[in-house]
């Protein structure tokens, strides 16, 4: 495909020889439906040309909200949901979209956080607790992004006399995956464990933003 | 334009000469065959299936790091990724995690950069950029904690009252593109943080290297007793960094 | 008798005057000469640019809307080696282009100004100069522009230079205290000495360096700090604003006090001014400390922003460091942004046409179009010949055009300038008929008619060229003119038409109605124009082109005035005649497309359209009054044949006049076809037309025929007659080549009775 070639007709000889006239038009007519860069121009995409509401460069967007300023208290040792709040938990799933190689997957997440302040009290200096992000593949199979992201409850890693970090803190993450290889993205959800039951970290309105983009 | 406007007219009972097909079949195939440009090609067309695909690597410059190349932007990533809950029962942090200590290792006066080994990975990023812009962030799990001790009056003398030290000490992260600070967290407090920096830069076609620095308040204490309870006294003079996720977006012109 | 032909003829261009060549014609109506076999042929009309849907139907979606209105500017730019080609135009002081295929999209414009100012009969409009990536575009009464291509635009030049930043107050006595400064045992491992003389650091890079080297003020107690500053703007075309007003900062050591001893300071500088879309960087400059004794007040660079959003800065570098020194302070001034003409030459910007200051022209800096010095200018108000209507770049040196002469300035260095005068007595006002004709010269249209400049540059002296007129044949053409409206004349030369065109108002009408047209193959001259019909509520199809202009490829744009002379009709009543976008020359064997209303909903308006059909008097050759040599001598004209280009069976009609009766006779009527051939097998193949007479219908897989030239013969029988002269007018094809004319005479001269009373 790509350029248009013809015979000259010649005064003299006979009109469509060899159905030269008529095989233009047919080549014109299929060589249009494929046109390629050698036909083209350098530069002629605009932005006006991009279907923007065909979203081609972000395959797929979700994000959820809370902000119904409730806190919820989390004292568990091994990773549950982030699931509180008037708008559902963190834990999304929809329907597949298909991941190929060089697609990546973007996944925001803010939280607000209020370590209790009388967990620390005579308690030993256990005092970490770790918030993670995982997208799900396949509806089934949930994968870790990039890196446990670990806070601290207190400011001392002592037993018995460790002071709080007081106060309502935002905590941050941005992950990024790059796929290797086709796969199905099915959901995202935040988790959250602690490192020592006894205290207990109260979480409060937060934010996730997820896109897919492809180009 | 790549257009061609009317080039011949026949009216009925015109004669039909070679050059009624010559004349607009060459000046049809002039305007097709490499010409065709903004004005030919519709509107609201271009939909994600006629962009490339784009192209994947990874660990082009780095140990841990992937790259994607698409048709508008590029996107970049590092991480370290080591299980910073291993070895807490043992060690105060963790027997994976990154850290240093001032009175024993060499801090810089202002930015520090993270080792080669193990922190490399996460804390840097090398790649071909197209001009354009550059927009990114890091996320961090790091922390500096107080210690306690005790006063001591003279060698062997009484021992006196528990107090903190470095209560008020305060670390902070910087992302350095090509040398160029872009991205600072600000004076971060006592406590292990998780971070999420944004940073950005206008660029050019150049290899772009970005990395992540670090920078803390040093403060030593020498002698004084050992504290009741488990707390250290030089946890006060340690950085640690239990986990590094750094991105970049890379897009063109 | 035997009869006579006079030699063959080739049939030439429009020679209005009395006594001219016999080959030359009277008058040549819209045709062209074809560029392959030479004659004139009547196939060219003209088409909309964008096409019109398949279907015959056109609907204005919410409104007819600007279509109504005249198109007062065109021009066909191109960026990128021409991979980007917009076609800008201006109807109601809206300056847009259109995208060519509008696909799914709702609006296939981009509009980079509303709301322009819509210029009057004697104004020229919008003026676009190309000036590398960008192109300026002005008009004297909004704010220059500078259009990048896709959708970008920014100011250019400036309106004022930048505020004068803040210095804050530095005070010594705020040292009271050792606390104070950071030093001692604590801190970032300052040394004990701190931040003053023969205190030396450590920085990240493990670099030692001596604080002594940063920081303001005297370096010994009692003296004083006196500082000052100024700042610019940098543009995106690399250009600098003139300077802000200064501003000082001064502090003084007191030696009576320790703290203050060997103390430098830093300024803080606030309010650094940010300016309009088109910055991109402040500079900042600063005096070195102004002794009181001293004389030396230069300013010298400082530091540059490079953002439009940064308003502080931290200054800290001492004296020793600066060693640029600051710009003249007459190396960049505000100039008005009310000029009218402009053009790129020699790496400058060269603008003229201020109202209040018409014959001053200046020239910016080279390679930085947005800065002007002050003393780049030339003013030839000292000799007469009124304001300045055009810069046009030619050969090695810029022409300056003014109202009733022409200057020339050239370079006789590699930035400097001289200025001469090629006349002092022809000028034009008609700013955008100043067109190149390859290997002829530079034409414009003056009152008196096209004038042409020739010549060129030799060396690096002044340009050696001639200014002559060239188009003394066409007076009857040049005394219509509207000689007040002489700006709104537009003109273009079509290197695929081979054709210098220029249309022109007339019989006091302010809108260009009819044009004249000189064709560089052969250097003959034509006229186009369409007859005007009744005049009333419709119809006055003249050629109401008000804008001309080619694309990269020779196609001739034409920008319309579309109804008039009866504007803004209701929509029911318009029919856009003749035509409501842009225009194209071509082939189209119409004048365009009208529309038809056929009615309106829920705010949209449609309309029919259709060919606007040519007419059999539109394209007309007429030759000249022809007396044989001796009109005295009476003679019987017989016949005329011409050697045309065969086309077909679409007759053609030869009228002709004799002794200036403008009375038309019908002459005959005739194929442009080989007659042996006529209506049999052996013709050139034609398109069937459902009539069964012709023989030799066109088929695929007969014989394609060729162009030929063919005589045809028309049949006159005059009666004795002196002068002769005959019309070729046809809607259908026609090639006139040459012709002969056959007639006889006995040669003597007739004795007639004597005109007079005596």
Redesign the interface.
Not at chain 3, 17 to 38: C, H, M, Q, W, Y
Not at chain 3, 159 to 180: F, G, H, L
């Given at each position: 495909m790509?350029?248009?070639?013809?015979n000259?007709?010649?005064?003299?000889?006979?009109?469509?020889?060899g159905d030269s006239?008529d095989n233009?038009f047919d080549d014109?007519a299929t060589?249009?439906a494929s046109?390629v860069s050698?036909?083209?121009?350098?530069?002629?995409?605009?932005?006006?040309?991009?279907?923007w509401?065909?979203?081609?460069?972000i395959?797929h967007r979700t994000s959820r909200t809370n902000i119904n300023n409730t806190q919820t208290a989390y004292t568990s040792e091994s990773y549950v949901d982030i699931a509180h709040g008037g708008s559902g938990s963190t834990s999304q799933t929809f329907t597949a979209v298909t991941v190929?190689?060089?697609?990546?997957l973007?996944y925001?997440f803010?939280i607000v956080a209020y370590p209790e302040a009388k967990g620390l009290d005579g308690k030993s200096?256990?005092d970490?607790w770790?918030?993670k992000l995982q997208y799900q593949t396949g509806g089934s199979t949930w994968v870790?992004l990039?890196?446990?992201?670990?806070?601290?409850v207190?400011?001392?890693?002592?037993?018995?006399?460790?002071?709080p970090?007081n106060g309502f803190?935002r905590?941050?993450?941005?992950?990024?995956?790059?796929?290797?290889g086709t796969t199905t993205i099915t959901g995202i959800r935040a988790q959250v464990k602690l490192?020592d039951s006894d205290h207990t970290i109260r979480l409060e309105n937060w934010t996730q933003d997820m896109r897919i983009?492809?180009? | 334009m790549a257009r061609t406007w009317t080039v011949k007219t026949s009216k009925t009972r015109d004669q039909f000469k070679a050059e009624h097909f010559n004349e607009p079949a060459n000046a049809i195939a002039a305007q097709f065959n490499g010409k065709l440009d903004q004005h030919n090609m519709p509107l609201d067309s271009v939909t994600h299936a006629d962009l490339a695909d784009p192209v994947y690597s990874d660990d082009a410059h780095g140990v841990d790091t992937k790259s994607s190349y698409m048709p508008t932007q590029s996107y970049h990533t590092a991480v370290w990724d080591i299980d910073n809950t291993a070895g807490l029962d043992s060690t105060e942090f963790g027997s994976a995690v990154y850290a240093t200590n001032f009175s024993t290792d060499n801090w810089n006066a202002k930015w520090n950069s993270f080792p080669v080994s193990p922190v490399t990975e996460g804390s840097r990023l090398k790649f071909n950029a197209q001009e354009g812009m550059i927009f990114g962030g890091v996320t961090a799990s790091v922390e500096r904690r107080s210690g306690r001790a005790r006063n001591q009056y003279g060698e062997g003398g009484n021992i006196g009252a528990e107090f903190n030290m470095g209560q008020s000490n305060w670390h902070e992260l910087g992302v350095f593109v090509n040398g160029i600070l872009c991205g600072r967290s600000g004076e971060l407090n006592n406590g292990s943080y998780t971070v999420d920096i944004p940073f950005s830069t206008p660029i050019g076609t150049e290899f772009t290297s970005i990395e992540v620095k670090w920078m803390a308040d040093q403060l030593v204490f020498f002698d004084g007793a050992v504290a009741s309870g488990s707390a250290t006294n030089d946890a006060y003079q340690q950085y640690i960094c239990s986990g590094l996720f750094l991105w970049a977006r890379n897009q063109f012109r | 008798m035997k009869t006579q032909t006079i030699p063959e003829r080739l049939a030439g261009g429009v020679d209005q005057r009395f006594k001219v060549t016999p080959d030359k014609a009277s008058n040549i109506r819209n045709l062209r000469v074809e560029d392959t076999g030479l004659g004139w042929c009547n196939d060219r009309g003209w088409e909309p640019l964008h096409m019109l849907p398949d279907n015959g139907a056109y609907t204005f979606t919410g409104g007819v809307g600007d279509a109504k209105h005249p198109c007062r500017f065109l021009k066909v730019w191109s960026r990128h080696n021409g991979a980007e080609v917009y076609y800008l135009f201006e109807r109601n002081g809206k300056l847009v282009y259109q995208y060519g295929n509008e696909g799914s999209s709702t609006k296939a414009e981009v509009v980079l100004g509303t709301n322009r100012y819509l210029p009057s009969a004697n104004e020229a409009g919008t003026q676009l100069t190309p000036f590398g990536r960008f192109a300026v575009v002005h008009n004297g009464h909004d704010v220059p522009i500078k259009f990048w291509g896709r959708e970008k635009t920014s100011q250019f030049h400036f309106t004022q230079p930048p505020n004068a930043p803040i210095a804050y107050k530095v005070d010594p006595r705020w040292i009271d205290s050792p606390n104070d400064i950071e030093g001692g045992a604590t801190g970032l491992a300052i040394p004990t000495t701190g931040w003053q003389e023969g205190g030396t650091g450590v920085n990240h890079s493990s670099n030692t360096f001596d604080y002594t080297t940063l920081g303001l003020g005297p370096v010994t107690g009692n003296g004083t700090a006196h500082y000052r500053y100024k700042v610019t703007y940098v543009t995106d075309s690399g250009s600098e604003s003139p300077y802000s007003d200064q501003e000082a900062v001064t502090w003084k050591i007191d030696n009576a006090v320790t703290l203050q001893h060997d103390k430098r300071f830093c300024v803080f500088l606030g309010e650094i001014g940010t300016g309009g879309d088109n910055v991109v960087a402040r500079r900042i400059y600063r005096t070195k400390n102004i002794d009181l004794n001293a004389n030396d007040e230069s300013f010298y660079f400082l530091k540059q922003i490079d953002d439009n959003v940064t308003t502080s800065y931290w200054d800290m570098i001492p004296d020793a460091t600066l060693l640029a020194p600051a710009p003249d302070a007459n190396a960049s001034i505000i100039i008005p942004s009310s000029f009218k003409v402009s053009a790129s030459w020699n790496g400058c910007l060269w603008v003229a046409g201020w109202d209040g200051n018409n014959t001053e022209l200046r020239y910016s800096d080279r390679y930085k179009p947005e800065q002007f010095s002050r003393f780049r200018f030339f003013d030839v108000g000292a000799k007469a010949g009124g304001a300045i209507t055009a810069l046009v770049p030619y050969y090695n040196s810029l022409i300056v055009f003014r109202e009733k002469a022409i200057e020339v300035i050239s370079a006789i260095a590699d930035d400097e300038y001289t200025i001469g005068t090629i006349s002092g007595q022809v000028g034009t006002t008609a700013t955008n008929t100043i067109k190149e004709i390859p290997t002829v010269g530079l034409f414009f249209l003056t009152i008196d008619g096209v004038y042409a400049m020739t010549g060129g540059q030799s060396g690096a002296g002044l340009v050696q060229s001639g200014l002559q007129p060239i188009s003394g044949n066409l007076h009857k053409e040049w005394r219509r003119m509207t000689e007040g409206a002489l700006p709104r004349a537009t003109a273009c030369y079509s290197s695929r038409e081979k054709e210098y065109w220029v249309h022109y108002p007339v019989d006091g009408q302010t809108e260009n109605s009819r044009g004249a047209v000189f064709h560089s193959l052969t250097g003959a001259w034509s006229l186009r124009n369409l007859p005007p019909q009744t005049i009333g509520s419709t119809g006055g199809h003249s050629m109401w082109f008000t804008q001309l202009d080619t694309n990269p490829e020779g196609w001739i744009v034409i920008g319309t005035y579309p109804n008039y002379p009866h504007p803004f009709p209701s929509d029911a009543n318009f029919n856009a005649y003749p035509g409501f976008g842009l225009q194209v020359w071509s082939a189209y064997d119409a004048w365009g497309d009208d529309l038809t209303f056929t009615g309106t909903s829920q705010g949209n308006v449609s309309y029919n359209y259709a060919p606007h059909a040519k007419a059999t008097n539109n394209c007309l050759y007429t030759s000249a009054w022809d007396d044989m040599g001796d009109d005295s001598i009476k003679k019987r004209i017989h016949s005329v044949e011409i050697d045309m280009v065969t086309f077909g069976y679409n007759d053609l009609t030869l009228n002709y006049e004799s002794d200036y009766a403008f009375d038309e006779t019908a002459g005959g009527t005739a194929s442009p076809m080989l007659v042996e051939q006529y209506l049999t097998t052996g013709s050139e193949p034609a398109w069937y037309d459902g009539n069964n007479d012709i023989k030799n219908q066109a088929k695929w897989g007969n014989k394609w025929s060729g162009p030929q030239i063919c005589r045809v013969r028309f049949d006159v029988h005059t009666g004795n007659i002196g002068s002769f002269r005959f019309f070729l007018k046809s809607a259908n094809h026609f090639q006139v080549i040459s012709y002969q004319i056959e007639y006889s005479t006995s040669g003597q001269k007739v004795i007639t009775r004597r005109g007079g009373s005596g």
């Amino acid at each position: 495909m790509g350029t248009l070639k013809y015979n000259a007709e010649k005064e003299g000889q006979p009109s469509n020889s060899g159905d030269s006239v008529d095989n233009y038009f047919d080549d014109l007519a299929t060589q249009s439906a494929s046109i390629v860069s050698d036909n083209t121009r350098t530069e002629w995409v605009t932005t006006k040309h991009i279907k923007w509401s065909d979203k081609p460069l972000i395959q797929h967007r979700t994000s959820r909200t809370n902000i119904n300023n409730t806190q919820t208290a989390y004292t568990s040792e091994s990773y549950v949901d982030i699931a509180h709040g008037g708008s559902g938990s963190t834990s999304q799933t929809f329907t597949a979209v298909t991941v190929n190689a060089g697609d990546v997957l973007r996944y925001h997440f803010n939280i607000v956080a209020y370590p209790e302040a009388k967990g620390l009290d005579g308690k030993s200096g256990e005092d970490y607790w770790w918030i993670k992000l995982q997208y799900q593949t396949g509806g089934s199979t949930w994968v870790d992004l990039g890196f446990d992201t670990r806070n601290s409850v207190g400011t001392n890693r002592g037993s018995g006399n460790s002071e709080p970090i007081n106060g309502f803190r935002r905590y941050g993450i941005t992950f990024c995956e790059i796929f290797s290889g086709t796969t199905t993205i099915t959901g995202i959800r935040a988790q959250v464990k602690l490192e020592d039951s006894d205290h207990t970290i109260r979480l409060e309105n937060w934010t996730q933003d997820m896109r897919i983009i492809g180009a | 334009m790549a257009r061609t406007w009317t080039v011949k007219t026949s009216k009925t009972r015109d004669q039909f000469k070679a050059e009624h097909f010559n004349e607009p079949a060459n000046a049809i195939a002039a305007q097709f065959n490499g010409k065709l440009d903004q004005h030919n090609m519709p509107l609201d067309s271009v939909t994600h299936a006629d962009l490339a695909d784009p192209v994947y690597s990874d660990d082009a410059h780095g140990v841990d790091t992937k790259s994607s190349y698409m048709p508008t932007q590029s996107y970049h990533t590092a991480v370290w990724d080591i299980d910073n809950t291993a070895g807490l029962d043992s060690t105060e942090f963790g027997s994976a995690v990154y850290a240093t200590n001032f009175s024993t290792d060499n801090w810089n006066a202002k930015w520090n950069s993270f080792p080669v080994s193990p922190v490399t990975e996460g804390s840097r990023l090398k790649f071909n950029a197209q001009e354009g812009m550059i927009f990114g962030g890091v996320t961090a799990s790091v922390e500096r904690r107080s210690g306690r001790a005790r006063n001591q009056y003279g060698e062997g003398g009484n021992i006196g009252a528990e107090f903190n030290m470095g209560q008020s000490n305060w670390h902070e992260l910087g992302v350095f593109v090509n040398g160029i600070l872009c991205g600072r967290s600000g004076e971060l407090n006592n406590g292990s943080y998780t971070v999420d920096i944004p940073f950005s830069t206008p660029i050019g076609t150049e290899f772009t290297s970005i990395e992540v620095k670090w920078m803390a308040d040093q403060l030593v204490f020498f002698d004084g007793a050992v504290a009741s309870g488990s707390a250290t006294n030089d946890a006060y003079q340690q950085y640690i960094c239990s986990g590094l996720f750094l991105w970049a977006r890379n897009q063109f012109r | 008798m035997k009869t006579q032909t006079i030699p063959e003829r080739l049939a030439g261009g429009v020679d209005q005057r009395f006594k001219v060549t016999p080959d030359k014609a009277s008058n040549i109506r819209n045709l062209r000469v074809e560029d392959t076999g030479l004659g004139w042929c009547n196939d060219r009309g003209w088409e909309p640019l964008h096409m019109l849907p398949d279907n015959g139907a056109y609907t204005f979606t919410g409104g007819v809307g600007d279509a109504k209105h005249p198109c007062r500017f065109l021009k066909v730019w191109s960026r990128h080696n021409g991979a980007e080609v917009y076609y800008l135009f201006e109807r109601n002081g809206k300056l847009v282009y259109q995208y060519g295929n509008e696909g799914s999209s709702t609006k296939a414009e981009v509009v980079l100004g509303t709301n322009r100012y819509l210029p009057s009969a004697n104004e020229a409009g919008t003026q676009l100069t190309p000036f590398g990536r960008f192109a300026v575009v002005h008009n004297g009464h909004d704010v220059p522009i500078k259009f990048w291509g896709r959708e970008k635009t920014s100011q250019f030049h400036f309106t004022q230079p930048p505020n004068a930043p803040i210095a804050y107050k530095v005070d010594p006595r705020w040292i009271d205290s050792p606390n104070d400064i950071e030093g001692g045992a604590t801190g970032l491992a300052i040394p004990t000495t701190g931040w003053q003389e023969g205190g030396t650091g450590v920085n990240h890079s493990s670099n030692t360096f001596d604080y002594t080297t940063l920081g303001l003020g005297p370096v010994t107690g009692n003296g004083t700090a006196h500082y000052r500053y100024k700042v610019t703007y940098v543009t995106d075309s690399g250009s600098e604003s003139p300077y802000s007003d200064q501003e000082a900062v001064t502090w003084k050591i007191d030696n009576a006090v320790t703290l203050q001893h060997d103390k430098r300071f830093c300024v803080f500088l606030g309010e650094i001014g940010t300016g309009g879309d088109n910055v991109v960087a402040r500079r900042i400059y600063r005096t070195k400390n102004i002794d009181l004794n001293a004389n030396d007040e230069s300013f010298y660079f400082l530091k540059q922003i490079d953002d439009n959003v940064t308003t502080s800065y931290w200054d800290m570098i001492p004296d020793a460091t600066l060693l640029a020194p600051a710009p003249d302070a007459n190396a960049s001034i505000i100039i008005p942004s009310s000029f009218k003409v402009s053009a790129s030459w020699n790496g400058c910007l060269w603008v003229a046409g201020w109202d209040g200051n018409n014959t001053e022209l200046r020239y910016s800096d080279r390679y930085k179009p947005e800065q002007f010095s002050r003393f780049r200018f030339f003013d030839v108000g000292a000799k007469a010949g009124g304001a300045i209507t055009a810069l046009v770049p030619y050969y090695n040196s810029l022409i300056v055009f003014r109202e009733k002469a022409i200057e020339v300035i050239s370079a006789i260095a590699d930035d400097e300038y001289t200025i001469g005068t090629i006349s002092g007595q022809v000028g034009t006002t008609a700013t955008n008929t100043i067109k190149e004709i390859p290997t002829v010269g530079l034409f414009f249209l003056t009152i008196d008619g096209v004038y042409a400049m020739t010549g060129g540059q030799s060396g690096a002296g002044l340009v050696q060229s001639g200014l002559q007129p060239i188009s003394g044949n066409l007076h009857k053409e040049w005394r219509r003119m509207t000689e007040g409206a002489l700006p709104r004349a537009t003109a273009c030369y079509s290197s695929r038409e081979k054709e210098y065109w220029v249309h022109y108002p007339v019989d006091g009408q302010t809108e260009n109605s009819r044009g004249a047209v000189f064709h560089s193959l052969t250097g003959a001259w034509s006229l186009r124009n369409l007859p005007p019909q009744t005049i009333g509520s419709t119809g006055g199809h003249s050629m109401w082109f008000t804008q001309l202009d080619t694309n990269p490829e020779g196609w001739i744009v034409i920008g319309t005035y579309p109804n008039y002379p009866h504007p803004f009709p209701s929509d029911a009543n318009f029919n856009a005649y003749p035509g409501f976008g842009l225009q194209v020359w071509s082939a189209y064997d119409a004048w365009g497309d009208d529309l038809t209303f056929t009615g309106t909903s829920q705010g949209n308006v449609s309309y029919n359209y259709a060919p606007h059909a040519k007419a059999t008097n539109n394209c007309l050759y007429t030759s000249a009054w022809d007396d044989m040599g001796d009109d005295s001598i009476k003679k019987r004209i017989h016949s005329v044949e011409i050697d045309m280009v065969t086309f077909g069976y679409n007759d053609l009609t030869l009228n002709y006049e004799s002794d200036y009766a403008f009375d038309e006779t019908a002459g005959g009527t005739a194929s442009p076809m080989l007659v042996e051939q006529y209506l049999t097998t052996g013709s050139e193949p034609a398109w069937y037309d459902g009539n069964n007479d012709i023989k030799n219908q066109a088929k695929w897989g007969n014989k394609w025929s060729g162009p030929q030239i063919c005589r045809v013969r028309f049949d006159v029988h005059t009666g004795n007659i002196g002068s002769f002269r005959f019309f070729l007018k046809s809607a259908n094809h026609f090639q006139v080549i040459s012709y002969q004319i056959e007639y006889s005479t006995s040669g003597q001269k007739v004795i007639t009775r004597r005109g007079g009373s005596g």
